[in-house]
C-alpha cells in the first residue's frame, strides 16, 4: 500500500499526505451520514417552560427519577 501510494503520489507531483485527504474527503462525501439527534431536535430544544426557576438544581423535582418503580 506504501508502495502505491508513493508511486500514484509522485506520478501526479503532490504530496502523499494531500493525496490521503483528498482520497478521504471524496470516500467521505459518498457515505451517508445520518443527522445527529441534536440536528433532529434542534427546533424543538427550549421550547418548553416548566414554569420553575430552580428545575435543574433543586433535588426536590427529581423525586421519583433514576429509580426503577414496579
Request: proline share 4%.
Given at each position: 500500500?506504501a508502495?502505491?501510494?508513493?508511486?500514484?503520489?509522485?506520478?501526479?507531483?503532490?504530496p502523499?499526505?494531500?493525496?490521503?485527504?483528498?482520497?478521504?474527503?471524496?470516500?467521505?462525501?459518498?457515505?451517508?451520514t445520518?443527522?445527529?439527534?441534536?440536528?433532529?431536535?434542534?427546533?424543538?430544544?427550549?421550547?418548553?417552560?416548566?414554569g420553575?426557576?430552580?428545575?435543574a438544581?433543586?433535588?426536590?423535582?427529581?423525586?421519583?427519577?433514576?429509580?426503577?418503580?414496579?
Amino acid at each position: 500500500m506504501a508502495a502505491k501510494l508513493n508511486a500514484v503520489a509522485t506520478k501526479k507531483r503532490v504530496p502523499k499526505s494531500k493525496y490521503i485527504r483528498d482520497a478521504l474527503d471524496t470516500a467521505l462525501k459518498k457515505e451517508k451520514t445520518e443527522p445527529s439527534l441534536y440536528d433532529l431536535m434542534k427546533d424543538a430544544i427550549g421550547c418548553v417552560n416548566s414554569g420553575k426557576k430552580d428545575l435543574a438544581t433543586n433535588p426536590q423535582h427529581m423525586k421519583g427519577y433514576g429509580a426503577w418503580k414496579r
